[in-house]
């Protein structure tokens, strides 16, 4: 071989070696980095709704992504170093979905990362987006609603309750949005004419205090207002309101599963696989600050024949009639 080839062979050897790390490393999956509030069980459902999203986006777990979960588990002053964690790691985009909590640290924990939200309320108000439209910042995602229908659940609980002398709503004091929440039904109480009682509670050991007070006055019908700390209790709270066959109205389908009496609200599988299709519209090169916030179109309510039966409770027709979903 001649000095020149020889030299030529050297050069096209170096490119080559130069390329190699370069190849390898694009073909490193992209890492996610998922921020919750709540624990993984309750959410196993909400999590495969988000894959399921994230592979219509052309993203498969361990093959181009890799997902780095952080769960608070109800803690939410865990929530700060969780993200900051996330941060360290260098994650792509933080998702956030069904955790209000969590998306209000992530954003207080970067400006630059792209988070992909959803919840409950307007984030407008949230101070996660500056308009709907044109979020104009680096977060953008779902507003599912749950908080709007306060007031059209207490509707619903009168229908379900006509005989009920005492209408409590269980909220978590400690939410962002808890003052709409409150506002909204004592509103919508007074438009009803409906005595209302707030009663608050964080854990489990309060949720029990909240039903052995429900339970002292006769006549009482309960809503659970939207609480990431109320769906992770929803076994709790289902049993005591069977326990003490209280008439209630939850805000998810998964109560209603769990042998509750009646939801209604979005179904949040579907703000899950919005989110995971979101999160892959931004790792392909979307910014958020122009993806539009995305906002349910259907609602669904959902009666369990079976816990009504068990509890001696009729349910009105017109309410079955516009059921989605009858449990039997």
Request: aromatic fraction near 6%; glycine fraction near 8%; charged fraction near 20%.
């Amino acid at each position: 071989m001649s000095d020149m080839k020889r030299r030529e062979f050297i050069a096209l050897l170096g490119v080559a070696g130069a390329a190699w790390p370069l190849a390898a490393r694009a073909q490193q999956p992209l890492l996610i980095g998922f921020l919750h509030s709540g624990s993984p069980e309750p959410y196993a459902s909400g999590v495969s709704a988000f894959r399921k999203g994230l592979g219509e986006a052309g993203y498969v777990e361990g093959q181009n992504v890799a997902i780095e979960f952080r769960w608070a588990e109800g803690q939410d002053d865990r929530l700060p170093d969780l993200a900051a964690d996330l941060i360290r790691r260098r994650v792509a985009v933080i998702t956030t979905p069904g955790s209000t909590p969590a998306a209000l640290a992530a954003k207080a924990a970067t400006m630059t990362i792209p988070i992909v939200f959803a919840v409950g309320t307007d984030p407008i108000a949230l101070g996660l987006v500056a308009s709907l439209n044109r979020p104009g910042g680096n977060a953008t995602g779902v507003n599912f609603q749950v908080v709007e229908l306060v007031a059209k659940r207490l509707g619903m609980l009168r229908e379900l309750a006509p005989g009920a002398n005492r209408f409590v709503a269980l909220v978590n004091p400690n939410t962002a949005f808890t003052d709409i929440v409150v506002k909204d039904l004592r509103a919508s109480a007074s438009a009803l004419g409906l005595p209302l009682e707030i009663l608050r509670a964080t854990t489990g050991r309060e949720i029990d205090e909240a039903f052995a007070n429900l339970v002292q006055k006769p006549g009482s019908a309960l809503l659970v207002a939207p609480d990431t700390v109320f769906i992770n209790r929803r076994a709790q709270i289902v049993t005591l309101a069977a326990r003490h066959a209280l008439p209630a109205i939850y805000f998810a389908r998964d109560f209603a599963e769990a042998g509750g009496l009646m939801s209604y609200g979005p179904n949040l599988a579907d703000a899950y696989q919005q989110t995971g299709i979101y999160v892959g519209r931004v790792l392909k090169g979307e910014k958020p600050a122009v993806l539009p916030v995305m906002q349910p179109t259907k609602f669904e309510l959902v009666v369990n024949l079976n816990t009504a039966r068990a509890l001696g409770i009729a349910i009105p027709n017109a309410l079955l009639a516009t059921a989605d979903e009858v449990i039997e």
